[in-house]
């Protein structure tokens, strides 16, 4: 959790209530059942003073909890208006809690990092993506067992993506230009940082997923003096090799900045693609095109909606209601009656689970079905808020050290 990951971490707000029937006692209360005794508390990772972690991810296939954290570094001398940090991913056996390596993203005497993404493959390999204040942007590659397999410089504002085979998409915008157009080139890389792809895309891209890209080659739009997105793209999808499928132009009517919460595209496992928009103020609507580009259906959905991708499908979340959907329509549904806090994160458990956090509780539900799994309190999980879900098993920061619950 904190991090943004494949499915994303999608917020609403604390007007929204959630619940799970059957969790509440007699008195009323929506509490999830306590945490057990922790399984095993490791050694101590980072100073709680200067340093917080800011997601934990589990990979089953090599039994590796990872912990990236962020500790807080004084600026002596710089430029840029943004804050110093110092990152450093730390690999825990998942069995006994036991430090396996850690590696700290700093050159001694270099810059420090101002911001950054990590990716995480199946096979434990790990992608961080650094970026300075000596305004240069570095990802650095390493292998389940920490050793560095390869670097690689990319220009400053550049995102990275990973696709379906676990392949990196490395996106550095170029412009715009007078005219408000946005060239971007796209580099696709192997596991072992070769070059499998290259091409210079007109447009930007909005997503990167699985195995389709989303290209937006609008013109932008000049707000004051800055550039800002056309609200109602056109739209090209390609394939990883950076071949064009197909192309669409949205009407002017449909706004896909969009209301509520979650992303505005979901790519599915199947390669449709599902555009969420706003139409002419009025309704939600998500638009679902076929592999080949073929618009399959619009489904309105209410306006407050967080939606969630489950890569078969989707699931909405709109006044205390739960909805499953495949391609084909509903599936199941849910009532909820917890309260949240400030704000409900619906995201991917690492186990491929639906996960929801509200105030006092976490949920666990099947995504499909959205029957509930498990309901914790998350209560002594605030400090840092940082947890990973897989299998029954909760992984969590606490107090400068990582923590496994294993739940009944």
Known sequence: ??????????????????????????????????????????????????????????????????????????????????????????????????????????????????????????????????????????????????????????????????????????ASPQGPDKRGFVKTSAVRCDSAGRVIAAKTLKGSILTAEGQRLVVDTSRLVKIGGAWDRSPSPSVEVYTPELKRVYAYKFPSSVNLLGDGGGPAILVQDDNTVIFRGSVAGTVNKLFAFSPQGRLLWGRVIPADSVIYSTGSGYVTYSKRRLSAFDLSGKLAEHTLEDEPGQIVVMERSDDGRLQIDMADTLYVLDPHKLDVIQAVSNLPLRSDYAFAYAGGVLYAAESGSLVKYALN
């Open 1 to 170: 959790m904190k991090s943004p990951e494949k499915w994303g971490a999608f917020v609403l707000s604390a007007a929204v209530l959630l619940s799970a029937p059957g969790y509440a006692d007699a008195a009323g209360s929506t509490a999830g059942n306590p945490l057990p005794q922790p399984s095993w508390t490791s050694a101590s990772v980072y100073d709680t003073s200067s340093a917080s972690a800011h997601d934990i991810r589990y990979v089953k296939s090599r039994s590796l909890i990872y912990v990236h954290t962020v500790q807080s570094v004084k600026k002596t001398s710089s430029k840029t208006p943004y804050d110093w940090h110092l990152e450093t991913v730390t690999a825990f056996d998942a069995s006994t809690g036991a430090q396996k390596w850690s590696r700290t993203f700093h050159e001694k005497g270099g810059a420090y990092t101002i911001a950054s993404s990590i990716l995480y493959a199946e096979n434990g390999a790990v992608y961080f993506t650094g970026t300075f204040s000596d305004k240069t942007q570095k990802i650095y590659a390493l292998s389940p067992n920490g050793r560095e397999t390869w670097t690689r410089s990319v220009s400053y504002g550049s995102d990275v993506y990973m696709l379906g085979d676990e392949s990196l998409l490395i």
